[in-house]
């Protein structure tokens, strides 16, 4: 069974660009959030989609976008990119939306804006 | 709102002894769930092992144990027989099920070194 797919998996981009990443879930999740992880925050939830609904969403400005399609892969959209922005950028993906429900991660999108 | 903290930022282990990584979490729900994740430099996120709130048994995965304390509000990661290879950064998570929020709150993690 495949894993949580993540692509690309590095990219640089220059400040004022957007950038959009990928994330393909385990076959049959159904849930999918992201995560932004930096050495000064640490991991920080983005938003969680389910059912081609976004559920829930964190504490980040609208540049910060996403959707999810009706075979669950999600796309993450950021928008105007920032120096800060640079990131490594975590997909989970989760079969049901309980506490209880294992979430597994893709390898991640390191984003390097410069 | 959820909030976990992991104390230790960097342990070292002799390989084949075993080590015990702190977390302990802050949470008003009565239903939630601790996730350990263990991070190699390459970025991945590994899911190790999970305890529920409501489970009596501590949990076991191979070589990784979770010592919860639900009274203290501790879920320490155990690990046996330490390995080279478990030379990594390690997070406690937790996920509430209060409410619509369904994402994982991190801790700031432990970077574990296995020394030979």
């Known amino acids: 069974k495949a894993g949580v797919t993540q692509t690309p998996r590095y990219l640089i981009k220059t400040r004022g660009q957007q950038v959009t990443l990928s994330c393909s879930p385990i076959?049959?999740?159904?849930?999918v959030s992201w995560y932004q992880q930096t050495p000064g925050q640490g991991l920080q939830f983005l938003f969680e989609?389910?059912?081609?609904?976004?559920?829930n969403k964190g504490n980040f400005p609208g540049r910060f976008s996403g959707r999810q399609f009706s075979n669950s892969r999600s796309e993450m959209n950021v928008s105007t990119l920032e120096l800060g922005d640079s990131a490594l950028y975590l997909c989970?993906?989760?079969?049901?939306?309980?506490?209880?429900?294992?979430?597994?991660f893709g390898q991640g999108t390191r984003l390097t804006v410069v | 709102a959820q909030k976990i903290t992991q104390t230790q930022p960097g342990m070292f282990v002799q390989e084949k002894e075993a080590v015990t990584l702190d977390c302990t979490y802050d949470t008003s729900d009565q239903s939630y769930g601790l996730f350990w994740y263990k991070q190699p430099s390459s970025g991945e996120m590994i899911f190790l092992i999970y305890?529920?709130?409501?489970?009596?048994q501590n949990a076991t995965e191979g070589r990784y144990s979770l010592n919860f304390q639900k009274a203290r509000k501790s879920a320490n990661l155990v690990i046996s027989a330490s390995q080279l290879g478990d030379s990594a950064m390690y997070f406690c998570?937790?996920?509430?099920?209060?409410?619509?929020?369904?994402?994982?709150?991190f801790g700031s993690g432990t970077q574990l070194t296995v020394l030979p």
């Open positions: 076959s049959g999740h159904r849930s």
């Open positions: 305890q529920g709130s409501y489970d009596e």
């Open positions: 989970a993906s989760s079969l049901e939306r309980t506490a209880n429900t294992e979430a597994f």
């Open positions: 989609y389910f059912s081609e609904t976004q559920r």
């Open positions: 998570a937790m996920r509430a099920f209060g409410g619509s929020a369904r994402q994982l709150t």
